[in-house]
């Protein structure tokens, strides 16, 4: 399973940027999708994930700000990311839980990330 992820950049901060994750692979099922992120010298975060059926799930730091969706026929997640801000700055990694065509044990899968600078 491979996840690619693009859409990151350099942004003033108020700004909006939309980031695009695209699942491709032996794919059987995808649940859960998400995006995650990692600011520089600071552990991983998490950001929003979206279910198989829509339920979404946000950080209270992006909560009103950002919008996570999913193209179910196109195996992609997306984050529409308004009113950033500088603490956005960070590497965004794509997330998947996935059920392969070769085995039937949920896997988890992370893309390589994109990073997304905002500037004050």
């Known amino acids: 399973v491979q996840l690619v992820e693009s859409g990151g950049g350099l942004v003033q901060a108020g700004g909006s940027l939309r980031l695009s994750c695209a699942a491709s692979?032996?794919?059987?099922?995808?649940?859960?999708m998400g995006w995650y992120r990692r600011a520089p010298g600071k552990q991983r975060d998490f950001v929003a994930t979206?279910?198989?059926?829509?339920?979404?799930n946000y950080a209270a730091s992006v909560e009103g700000r950002f919008t996570i969706s999913r193209d179910n026929i196109k195996n992609t997640v997306y984050l529409q990311m308004n009113s950033l801000k500088p603490e956005d700055t960070a590497v965004y990694h794509c997330?998947?839980?996935?059920?392969?065509?070769?085995?039937?044990?949920?896997?988890?899968?992370w893309g390589q990330g994109t990073p997304v600078t905002v500037s004050s």
């Open positions: 979206i279910t198989g059926g829509g339920t979404t």
């Open positions: 997330y998947a839980a996935v059920v392969t065509t070769l085995s039937p044990i949920l896997g988890e899968y």
């Open positions: 692979g032996s794919l059987f099922s995808i649940r859960t």
